[in-house]
């Protein structure tokens, strides 16, 4: 399979996990016809999702990558490898963020995980 292949693929298999989850408009986003999307889009609201599905990845660049193309909004490389399951990368703030907001929303969301 060719990287383009393989990362639409991936794309398509992170919108269907994505509606398996309770969003359930998500899908790929267009990268031609002059609109420039997330790999993913009508997930998450506020969210630019990256996807990456690779067996190896420079973490970094993929980060970076999403930073830039995010323009301001939270951003999220989901990761994925053959025969693995999806990852989550994303800034430790961001994450932090996150969980004081489930604390304070839900004091017992530990319990509910």
Known sequence: MNSRSKGARGERLLAQFLRDHGYGD????QQRSGLEQADVVDGP???????????K????????QAKRDAKGKNHVVAMKRNKSDWLAVLPLGQ???MVRMLELLYPDYRREL
């Open 26 to 29: 998500a899908k790929r986003g």
């Open 57 to 64: 990845l420079n973490i970094w660049n993929a980060v970076e």
């Open 95 to 97: 994450f932090v963020r």
């Open 45 to 55: 609201d506020g969210w630019h999702l990256e996807c990456k599905w690779v067996e």
